[in-house]
């Protein structure tokens, strides 16, 4: 089971701010979490990821909480293309030395003009 | 940089026939996954390679689903027989061999499967 929890879906107008939550109360040390996004009939495209400390690149922001058991994806200026579906995954330990990706269902983000 | 490269891009079977996706990761990427994703939810692993030796294969349905990684560059994905219940996008992924810290998959457009 995916370690992490999302609302199905939410809505943003084009040109504010999307900001997408994320749950992982179960989170160990060393766990990183990992942001992806599915445009309809694409594969899955990587945004960002992080251990602790907020991180930005050029595509958005990642908030983690000082506990690490929440996190905030933030799409700073939505725009139409950004409509997706978004996960949020915590890759859990698996084969030795491994982790395992588990997607979730993730969030339904529609930007609206 | 290239991609990953998948094909074909459409399939229509019908059940109990066979099937087979080709893959081709990034280069230099040692890691190749497949995974199945069903309408509406989120894709699931079916098998994990690393170079041509498999990692991880717990997901997959092993009495009808087969996937084979010679050279540790290609890899083929095969169904046989298929059922209705295997009508899904199949997607391939590649990532670098390295630490977690690096561990960002590269997904290609997927095949999508329809068994009748």
């Known amino acids: 089971d995916a370690k992490t929890t999302q609302p199905p879906s939410m809505d943003c107008a084009e040109g504010r701010a999307a900001n997408l939550p994320c749950n992982h109360s179960t989170i160990s040390g060393n766990e990183y979490v990992y942001w992806y996004r599915q445009i309809h009939s694409q594969g899955p495209q990587y945004i960002i990821h992080?251990?602790?400390n907020n991180e930005t690149n050029e595509m958005a922001s990642l908030i983690i909480t000082e506990d690490r058991k929440s996190s905030t994806l933030i799409l700073p200026h939505a725009t139409l293309r950004d409509t997706a579906v978004y996960y949020c995954?915590?890759?859990?330990?698996?084969?030795?030395?491994?982790?395992?990706?588990?997607f979730g269902a993730g969030t339904r983000l529609f930007v609206k003009a | 940089e290239a991609g990953v490269a998948q094909s074909p891009r459409y399939k229509i079977i019908e059940k109990r026939q066979s099937v087979a996706f080709w893959c081709n990761p990034i280069?230099?990427?040692?890691?190749l996954y497949w995974y199945q994703q069903i309408l509406g939810q989120g894709p699931k692993l079916l098998i994990q390679f690393q170079n041509n030796g498999v990692v991880d294969d717990s997901q997959l349905p092993k009495d009808r689903f087969s996937a084979e990684r010679l050279k540790g560059v290609d890899s083929t994905l095969k169904i046989q027989p298929a059922k209705l219940e295997d009508s899904a996008v199949y997607l391939c992924?590649?990532?670098?061999?390295?630490?977690?810290?690096?561990?960002?998959?590269?997904f290609g457009a997927g095949t999508r499967l329809s068994v009748l």
């Open positions: 992924a590649s990532s670098l061999l390295g630490l977690e810290a690096k561990n960002i998959q590269y």
């Open positions: 995954i915590v890759r859990v330990a698996a084969f030795a030395g491994g982790f395992k990706t588990i």
């Open positions: 992080g251990l602790k």
């Open positions: 280069s230099g990427h040692a890691t």
